[in-house]
């Protein structure tokens, strides 16, 4: 019943981030409208409990599945070892990368794979925008993935150098996140101006590329508001049909010192996601 997946639900909440009050809040809320809740674990009500939870975290997500007949968990899992060959039958979510009007270079990224797969094929769409007079950074079906990953991408545009761009603060550690040191010349020329495409539907990491770019100024952010979902999450098994993405960690942009949590990413050209294209294109010729 409804009332035993909040039980368990607000139980990992209270375990597993770091002690916040936007956390405990979350659970105090979470426990006043469903603990006495006695009806069947249905899509419709894990869709309910999400709109709740929406103001305190947009990162809990609830998948419901009306087959699903394991146990619950009773230690977080942790996320599986990415399968290489899945990752490379996306080519790690590089979607496109195309000369556009001309001499300006989009690269779609769709998701961002573990950077130990997915950095042979993120060198090679930047190789094929090298020359490129402006970079269309397509992130509008960006729905996230692994950290390193944003930082690899990160420094290929702010630079040769590491530059710090957040914290993320666990329940018993902190950690930094920085770009990585590259050999000289292999960053995009900082005369190159990058335009970065956003949608309602990028999410997670894709919120954080877009936010750490947008903060340091390097890039141009068109397109829509994103829907601020900042927290480290990991899953947990909260009933025999529910899977549960629920946080562990929040981050502090290193420039900022706050996030794009509950706020999103808010565009310097806001406009359609499916006009983002072409506002892109005058963003970078202006």
Request: aromatic fraction near 6%.
């Amino acid at each position: 019943m409804i009332s035993d997946l909040i039980d368990r639900l607000t139980g990992w909440l209270r375990r597993l981030p770091p002690p916040h009050e936007r956390f405990e809040r979350l659970a105090t809320v979470l426990e006043e409208e469903f603990g006495g809740r006695r009806d069947p674990i249905t899509a419709a009500a894990c869709a309910e409990i999400e709109r709740v939870a929406w103001p305190y975290a947009r990162h809990l997500l609830l998948h419901f599945d009306p087959a699903g007949t394991r146990t619950p968990d009773e230690v977080a899992p942790g996320w599986p070892e990415p399968d290489p060959a899945v990752v490379g039958l996306s080519a790690a979510q590089v979607r496109q990368v195309s000369r556009v009007d001309g001499d300006a270079c989009l690269i779609r990224v769709d998701g961002f794979d573990a950077l130990r797969l997915a950095q042979p094929y993120l060198d090679g769409a930047f190789a094929l925008a090298r020359g490129a007079t402006g970079i269309l950074l397509d992130l509008r079906s960006n729905g996230g993935g692994f950290p390193e990953t944003v930082a690899y991408i990160a420094g290929r545009l702010l630079g040769d150098r590491a530059t710090h761009l957040s914290d993320v603060t666990y329940r018993n550690h902190a950690r930094q996140w920085w770009t990585p040191d590259l050999p000289d010349g292999t960053a995009v020329p900082a005369d190159v101006p990058v335009a970065v495409l956003v949608s309602g539907r990028t999410f997670s990491s894709g919120e954080a590329l877009a936010y750490h770019l947008r903060e340091r100024g390097r890039v141009t952010v068109v397109g829509e508001r994103t829907p601020g979902a900042a927290d480290h999450i990991t899953e947990i098994r909260l009933a025999p049909t529910v899977v549960g993405q629920v946080p562990i960690g929040y981050v502090t942009d290193a420039v900022t010192g706050a996030s794009w949590e509950g706020s999103g990413v808010v565009p310097h050209v806001e406009c359609p996601a499916a006009d983002a294209v072409s506002a892109a294109l005058t963003a970078v010729r202006s």
